[in-house]
Structure formats: structure tokens, C-alpha cells
């Protein structure tokens, strides 16, 4: 079992909801990221978190933003989505050395956008 | 620019026989490589990494991969494949030269391992 928990696994929205996917991890990692993925296809990097605050956004359109409530939490608001959108969306968070610790994914919320 | 390739979309091996998933990479600096692997409808699950030091890695579930500075490679390995190893494999990179706290993947490669 994932140690990073995403919810909901599952999600259909039409283009005019708004609606909002959460991660939360217990491991007492300080960095957190947002991923796309399309089937078949590597994960693309979205936001990146570190200590709380935005440290990268991979120029996302701004229908969607991020929420770093605190440490354990991470949220994805996401309004005025296209069919396009749909997607496996991916958290996944790191140790205090980025740069040598591995990333932690949760399962993913698989998005679907009418 | 760091980048990663994967030049094979599928590799097929039949049980019991070894495996090899290969991946190149290209940095500026120390390059920290990763191997992880997702099943269906999963995450992705980190298998092993390589940092500094011996240039065989061992990880999870019988995985290893070796470190070759030289041809710029990391290819990922296992002795003896199971039908459980069918799944999809990423290779990735960061960059100690720069690139900040970006993870770079490869492009993926579908494992298939059958009786």
C-alpha cells in the first residue's frame, strides 16, 4: 500500500463544475508535486511544493491551482476543465534531499472531463 | 538540459529468463538516476536509485541496475523474470548540475514476461 493517499480514485466532472482532488502523506516530507499522466505516457510534471510554498508551476493554465494547506496535505482545485484534461492525476511527495530522495506517488485520481 | 531516453517502446521475455530494460541519460552534472515501475491503474512505485559509489545498485523485488558512466547508461536488470514484472518501467533523471528539483522520465517501457 501507497504510503501517499489520493482521493477520490475516481472522478467525472462536466466543464462548468468545480471540483478539487486531495493528497495527504504522513511521511514528513517537505516537498510535494502535482503530476499528469496520459496513458502509456510518462508523468508530467505540473507544481512542485517545497516547505509549503510553490516552488515550481510548469506553466499550468490556470484553471488549475494548487493548495499546500499545510506539510501533510495537497490540493489540486481544479474549474472550467476541457475534455482534454482527462488524465491520471498523480501526487507524489520527497524527502529533505531532493535531490537524492525518491519520489513517493500516491495511486492517482483518474479524471474524466465531459 | 537533462534528459532520459528509453529506446524500446516493449520488451518480451519469457519467464524464468533474465531481463534487461535499457535507459541512456544526458546531464550537465553528477546525474542521479531512478528507476520506477507502474501497474495498472497505480502509481508509480520507486524500485532503486543510483547516487554515488558502486556501480551496481540492488532494489526491490530482485531488481537491480548498473551505473555505466562511460555509455551514459543505467539499464535496469533482473536474473530470472516473473510473469508478476509484466508492467511499465520508467527510467529518470535528475540533474546535480542544475535543473532545480525536477525529476526527468523516460518515456517508458512495457515489460511483458509469459509462460
Known amino acids: 500500500d501507497t504510503e501517499v493517499t489520493q482521493t477520490p480514485k475516481h472522478l467525472v466532472m462536466g466543464m462548468t463544475n468545480k471540483k478539487s482532488l486531495k493528497c495527504e502523506q504522513h511521511m514528513g516530507h517537505r516537498a510535494m508535486y502535482w503530476y499528469k499522466q496520459k496513458a502509456k505516457k510518462p508523468p508530467e510534471l505540473m507544481f512542485v511544493y517545497s516547505y509549503e510554498k510553490l516552488s515550481i508551476n510548469e506553466s499550468v493554465p490556470s484553471r488549475f491551482s494548487p493548495e499546500c494547506p499545510n506539510s501533510s496535505l495537497l490540493n489540486l482545485h481544479l474549474h472550467a476543465l476541457q475534455p482534454e484534461d482527462s488524465a491520471l492525476y498523480l501526487c507524489?511527495?520527497?524527502?529533505?534531499?531532493?535531490?537524492?530522495?525518491?519520489?513517493?506517488f500516491g495511486n492517482g485520481t483518474r479524471l474524466t472531463v465531459t | 538540459a537533462q534528459s532520459v531516453a528509453q529506446p524500446e517502446d516493449q520488451v518480451n521475455v519469457a519467464e524464468g529468463n533474465p531481463l534487461t530494460v535499457k535507459c541512456t541519460y544526458s546531464v550537465s552534472g553528477n546525474p542521479y538516476l531512478f528507476w520506477y515501475v507502474q501497474y495498472p491503474n497505480r502509481g508509480l512505485q520507486f524500485l532503486l536509485k543510483y547516487i554515488t559509489g558502486d556501480n551496481l545498485v540492488k532494489g526491490s523485488y530482485g531488481f537491480e541496475a548498473e551505473f555505466n558512466k562511460s555509455q551514459t547508461s543505467f539499464h535496469l536488470k533482473k536474473p530470472s523474470a516473473l510473469v508478476s514484472d509484466s508492467a511499465l518501467y520508467f527510467c529518470a533523471v535528475r540533474d546535480g548540475g542544475g535543473g532545480g528539483n525536477k525529476l526527468t522520465f523516460g518515456t517508458g517501457t512495457q515489460l511483458k514476461v509469459e509462460l
Open positions: 507524489a511527495s520527497s524527502g529533505p534531499s531532493s535531490y537524492n530522495s525518491p519520489l513517493h
